[in-house]
Nanobody, 122 residues
């Protein structure tokens, strides 16, 4: 089992920045790929970014390219999502996930955090 806990969400004005953290415990986190997903109000959960176990293979959805950066520190068992130039449409609950391979697909991730709310005001 891998237990994931997100933090760093909050309320920010458009154009601002937030850094989300996802702290892992349990099985060796460095063996797993990690991803960030989000669920906007009234919509389905969607892929945001993913990173492989080594940290040298990264995927981002088009809407966040150039604004969001995923990274990881395996020594700290933590994955980060740096979010810059935030827009109101980035408002969502953000979830961290861990899986056996880097993927954009929700079903490929076996472990999920509880989510953290990000609200961007215009």
């Amino acid at each position: 089992q891998v237990h994931l806990v997100e933090s760093g969400g909050g309320l920010v004005q458009a154009g601002g920045s937030l850094r989300l953290s996802c702290a892992a415990s349990g099985r060796t986190f460095s063996n797993y790929a990690a991803g960030w997903f989000r669920q906007p109000p009234g919509k389905e959960r969607e892929f945001v970014a993913a990173i492989n176990w080594r940290g040298n293979s990264i995927y981002n959805t088009d809407s966040v390219k150039g604004r969001f950066t995923i990274s990881r520190d395996n020594a700290k068992n933590t994955v980060y999502l740096q979010m810059n130039s935030l827009k109101p449409e980035d408002t969502a609950v953000y979830y961290c996930a861990a899986g056996s391979r880097v993927s954009v697909t929700i079903g490929d991730y076996a472990y999920w955090g509880q989510g953290t709310q990000v609200t961007v005001s215009s």
